[in-house]
Protein backbone atom coordinates (compact mmCIF):
# COMPACT_ATOMS: atom_id res chain seq x y z
CA UNK A 1 0.00 0.00 0.00
CA UNK A 2 2.81 2.52 1.11
CA UNK A 3 4.62 1.73 -2.33
CA UNK A 4 1.34 2.52 -4.33
CA UNK A 5 1.26 5.93 -2.43
CA UNK A 6 4.74 6.49 -3.21
CA UNK A 7 3.72 6.07 -6.95
CA UNK A 8 0.50 7.86 -7.00
CA UNK A 9 2.18 10.87 -5.29
CA UNK A 10 5.00 10.65 -8.31
CA UNK A 11 2.16 10.57 -10.93
CA UNK A 12 0.62 13.60 -9.19
CA UNK A 13 3.97 15.32 -9.31
CA UNK A 14 4.09 14.40 -13.11
CA UNK A 15 0.95 15.58 -13.60
CA UNK A 16 1.72 18.93 -12.26
CA UNK A 17 5.14 19.50 -13.87
CA UNK A 18 3.68 18.63 -17.38
CA UNK A 19 0.72 21.24 -16.67
CA UNK A 20 3.44 23.86 -16.06
CA UNK A 21 4.90 23.54 -19.63
CA UNK A 22 1.79 23.00 -21.06
CA UNK A 23 0.26 26.43 -19.68
CA UNK A 24 3.81 28.17 -21.05
CA UNK A 25 3.74 26.25 -24.36
CA UNK A 26 0.20 28.21 -25.16
CA UNK A 27 1.54 31.58 -23.92
CA UNK A 28 4.15 31.47 -26.36
CA UNK A 29 1.90 30.22 -29.19
CA UNK A 30 1.10 33.53 -30.32
CA UNK A 31 4.54 35.09 -29.89
CA UNK A 32 6.43 32.35 -32.06
CA UNK A 33 3.66 33.01 -34.64
CA UNK A 34 4.36 36.95 -34.54
CA UNK A 35 8.61 35.74 -34.67
CA UNK A 36 7.87 33.89 -37.49
CA UNK A 37 5.30 36.92 -39.86
CA UNK A 38 8.70 39.00 -39.00
CA UNK A 39 10.92 36.39 -40.37
CA UNK A 40 8.89 36.02 -43.42
CA UNK A 41 8.91 40.23 -44.20
CA UNK A 42 12.66 39.95 -43.46
CA UNK A 43 12.81 36.99 -46.30
CA UNK A 44 13.65 33.37 -44.69
CA UNK A 45 16.62 32.98 -47.04
CA UNK A 46 18.05 35.95 -45.69
CA UNK A 47 21.81 34.99 -43.76
CA UNK A 48 21.12 37.06 -41.44
CA UNK A 49 17.98 35.12 -40.30
CA UNK A 50 19.78 31.72 -40.29
CA UNK A 51 19.25 31.63 -36.41
CA UNK A 52 15.90 32.68 -36.06
CA UNK A 53 14.57 30.42 -38.72
CA UNK A 54 16.27 27.81 -36.66
CA UNK A 55 15.14 28.68 -33.55
CA UNK A 56 11.35 28.87 -34.61
CA UNK A 57 11.48 25.26 -35.96
CA UNK A 58 13.11 24.16 -32.87
CA UNK A 59 10.16 25.33 -30.85
CA UNK A 60 7.30 24.65 -33.39
CA UNK A 61 9.10 20.94 -32.78
CA UNK A 62 8.92 21.22 -29.24
CA UNK A 63 5.75 22.37 -29.52
CA UNK A 64 4.18 19.54 -31.32
CA UNK A 65 6.76 16.86 -29.18
CA UNK A 66 5.51 18.26 -25.55
CA UNK A 67 1.95 18.55 -26.53
CA UNK A 68 1.74 14.21 -27.88
CA UNK A 69 3.76 13.97 -24.64
CA UNK A 70 1.07 14.91 -22.44
CA UNK A 71 -1.53 13.33 -24.84
CA UNK A 72 0.12 10.30 -24.36
CA UNK A 73 0.53 10.24 -20.44
CA UNK A 74 -2.84 11.49 -19.70
CA UNK A 75 -4.05 8.45 -21.36
CA UNK A 76 -1.82 5.99 -19.55
CA UNK A 77 0.87 4.99 -22.26
CA UNK A 78 3.58 6.10 -20.16
CA UNK A 79 6.91 4.19 -21.58
CA UNK A 80 5.62 5.85 -24.95
CA UNK A 81 5.41 9.59 -23.00
CA UNK A 82 8.99 8.88 -21.45
CA UNK A 83 10.22 8.58 -25.35
CA UNK A 84 8.89 11.31 -26.30
CA UNK A 85 10.49 12.88 -23.36
CA UNK A 86 13.77 12.07 -24.38
CA UNK A 87 12.98 13.62 -27.71
CA UNK A 88 11.99 17.04 -25.99
CA UNK A 89 15.47 16.57 -23.70
CA UNK A 90 17.79 16.00 -27.73
CA UNK A 91 15.89 19.26 -29.18
CA UNK A 92 16.65 20.99 -25.47
CA UNK A 93 20.27 20.13 -26.09
CA UNK A 94 20.24 21.27 -29.46
CA UNK A 95 19.32 24.90 -28.61
CA UNK A 96 20.66 25.43 -25.10
CA UNK A 97 24.65 24.56 -27.20
CA UNK A 98 23.27 26.88 -30.24
CA UNK A 99 21.93 29.81 -28.25
CA UNK A 100 25.29 30.34 -27.28
CA UNK A 101 26.60 32.07 -29.77
CA UNK A 102 23.35 31.66 -32.27
CA UNK A 103 24.36 33.40 -35.69
CA UNK A 104 27.56 31.04 -35.78
CA UNK A 105 26.45 27.72 -34.53
CA UNK A 106 23.45 27.76 -36.55
CA UNK A 107 25.28 27.99 -39.65
CA UNK A 108 27.56 25.39 -38.32
CA UNK A 109 24.12 23.14 -37.19
CA UNK A 110 22.72 23.29 -41.14
CA UNK A 111 26.13 22.51 -42.41
CA UNK A 112 26.91 19.45 -39.98
CA UNK A 113 23.24 18.23 -41.35
CA UNK A 114 24.14 18.84 -44.87
CA UNK A 115 27.27 16.85 -44.53
CA UNK A 116 25.92 14.07 -42.75
CA UNK A 117 22.92 13.51 -45.75
CA UNK A 118 26.03 12.94 -47.49
CA UNK A 119 27.65 10.36 -45.39
CA UNK A 120 24.45 8.79 -45.56
CA UNK A 121 24.29 8.34 -49.42
CA UNK A 122 27.47 7.93 -50.01
CA UNK A 123 27.45 4.55 -47.67
CA UNK A 124 23.93 3.20 -49.18
CA UNK A 125 26.03 3.41 -53.21
CA UNK A 126 27.26 0.09 -52.66
CA UNK A 127 23.98 -1.72 -51.68
CA UNK A 128 21.39 0.81 -52.92
CA UNK A 129 23.00 2.73 -56.25
CA UNK A 130 19.47 3.52 -57.44
CA UNK A 131 19.25 5.69 -53.89
CA UNK A 132 22.35 7.12 -54.61
CA UNK A 133 21.65 8.63 -58.20
CA UNK A 134 17.96 9.73 -56.86
CA UNK A 135 20.14 11.96 -54.18
CA UNK A 136 22.69 13.18 -56.55
CA UNK A 137 19.98 14.23 -58.76
CA UNK A 138 18.35 17.32 -55.94
CA UNK A 139 18.91 20.58 -55.96
CA UNK A 140 20.87 20.58 -53.04
CA UNK A 141 23.65 17.65 -53.39
CA UNK A 142 25.99 20.12 -54.55
CA UNK A 143 25.49 21.61 -51.03
CA UNK A 144 25.93 18.40 -49.50
CA UNK A 145 29.69 17.66 -50.61
CA UNK A 146 30.71 20.55 -50.13
CA UNK A 147 29.69 20.77 -46.72
CA UNK A 148 32.12 20.42 -43.28
CA UNK A 149 31.73 18.20 -40.82
CA UNK A 150 30.99 20.20 -37.34
CA UNK A 151 31.71 17.12 -34.89
CA UNK A 152 30.91 19.19 -31.40
CA UNK A 153 27.02 18.62 -32.58
CA UNK A 154 27.68 15.00 -32.31
CA UNK A 155 29.24 14.99 -28.57
CA UNK A 156 26.19 14.83 -26.31
CA UNK A 157 27.95 15.08 -23.24
CA UNK A 158 29.99 18.13 -23.97
CA UNK A 159 26.80 19.83 -25.82
CA UNK A 160 25.17 18.94 -22.15
CA UNK A 161 27.41 21.26 -20.13
CA UNK A 162 25.26 24.02 -21.99
CA UNK A 163 22.14 22.87 -20.05
CA UNK A 164 23.62 22.86 -16.62
CA UNK A 165 23.12 26.82 -15.88
CA UNK A 166 19.42 25.85 -16.62
CA UNK A 167 18.72 23.06 -14.22
CA UNK A 168 21.82 22.42 -12.25
CA UNK A 169 24.73 20.02 -12.96
CA UNK A 170 23.34 17.68 -10.48
CA UNK A 171 20.09 17.54 -12.01
CA UNK A 172 21.80 16.58 -15.47
CA UNK A 173 23.96 13.98 -14.57
CA UNK A 174 20.97 12.15 -12.68
CA UNK A 175 19.31 12.61 -16.18
CA UNK A 176 22.36 11.00 -17.29
CA UNK A 177 23.37 8.05 -15.08
CA UNK A 178 19.79 6.96 -14.90
CA UNK A 179 16.98 8.65 -17.28
CA UNK A 180 18.92 8.92 -20.30
CA UNK A 181 19.46 4.84 -20.29
CA UNK A 182 16.19 4.36 -19.08
CA UNK A 183 14.33 6.30 -21.58
CA UNK A 184 17.00 4.19 -24.22
CA UNK A 185 16.09 0.71 -22.56
CA UNK A 186 12.05 1.85 -23.32
CA UNK A 187 12.13 2.81 -27.11
CA UNK A 188 14.64 0.32 -28.08
CA UNK A 189 12.56 -2.63 -25.79
CA UNK A 190 15.93 -3.75 -24.68
CA UNK A 191 16.16 -6.44 -21.94
CA UNK A 192 15.75 -3.99 -18.99
CA UNK A 193 13.10 -1.87 -20.26
CA UNK A 194 11.04 -5.34 -21.05
CA UNK A 195 11.17 -5.29 -17.44
CA UNK A 196 8.78 -2.63 -17.53
CA UNK A 197 6.22 -4.96 -18.96
CA UNK A 198 7.16 -8.01 -16.55
CA UNK A 199 5.68 -6.11 -13.43
CA UNK A 200 9.11 -4.79 -12.53
CA UNK A 201 8.39 -2.96 -9.16
CA UNK A 202 8.85 0.94 -9.06
CA UNK A 203 9.29 1.16 -12.93
CA UNK A 204 6.11 3.46 -13.10
CA UNK A 205 7.40 5.62 -10.41
CA UNK A 206 10.55 6.18 -12.55
CA UNK A 207 9.00 6.21 -15.94
CA UNK A 208 6.51 9.31 -13.89
CA UNK A 209 9.87 10.97 -13.13
CA UNK A 210 11.11 10.99 -16.44
CA UNK A 211 7.57 12.49 -17.89
CA UNK A 212 8.31 14.95 -15.47
CA UNK A 213 11.62 15.84 -16.28
CA UNK A 214 10.50 16.37 -19.78
CA UNK A 215 8.27 19.31 -18.45
CA UNK A 216 11.45 21.24 -17.18
CA UNK A 217 13.64 20.47 -20.98
CA UNK A 218 10.48 22.23 -22.42
CA UNK A 219 10.87 25.14 -20.61
CA UNK A 220 15.17 25.31 -21.60
CA UNK A 221 14.20 25.58 -24.90
CA UNK A 222 11.42 28.13 -24.52
CA UNK A 223 14.19 29.97 -22.20
CA UNK A 224 16.51 30.20 -25.24
CA UNK A 225 13.95 30.63 -28.46
CA UNK A 226 13.09 33.29 -26.09
CA UNK A 227 16.25 34.53 -26.29
CA UNK A 228 16.84 34.10 -29.68
CA UNK A 229 13.51 35.36 -30.93
CA UNK A 230 12.91 38.19 -28.08
CA UNK A 231 9.61 37.13 -26.99
CA UNK A 232 9.64 39.12 -23.89
CA UNK A 233 8.72 36.46 -21.57
CA UNK A 234 11.38 36.08 -19.43
CA UNK A 235 9.85 36.25 -16.57
CA UNK A 236 6.64 33.80 -17.25
CA UNK A 237 9.29 31.34 -18.46
CA UNK A 238 11.64 32.08 -15.13
CA UNK A 239 8.55 31.19 -13.34
CA UNK A 240 7.37 28.31 -14.95
CA UNK A 241 11.17 27.07 -14.42
CA UNK A 242 10.71 27.91 -10.65
CA UNK A 243 7.90 26.52 -10.14
CA UNK A 244 8.78 23.27 -11.66
CA UNK A 245 12.14 22.69 -9.64
CA UNK A 246 9.21 23.50 -6.84
CA UNK A 247 7.51 20.39 -8.16
CA UNK A 248 10.39 18.13 -9.13
CA UNK A 249 12.74 19.12 -6.81
CA UNK A 250 16.16 20.44 -7.42
Partial sequence: MEERNDESAVERQAQQA????????????????????????????????????????????????????????????????????????EIALQAAFISISPEKRAAEFEEHGLARLHKYFKDMRPQ???????????????????AKWHGQFDNAFEMAKAIDEHVGRAAMKCYYRLFYPIESELAHASAAGMMRKSGFGGFDRLVNLIVGFGALMFVVVAENGDDVLGFALADEIRAANNALKQVLGD
Fill in 128 to 146: WPEVARWFESTPWYSATKK
Fill in 18 to 89: LKIGLDLCRKMQGPLEAAEDEIRKSGERNPANKHKVLFADLLRLAFSRYEALCLLFDHNFLDEAAIIARSVF
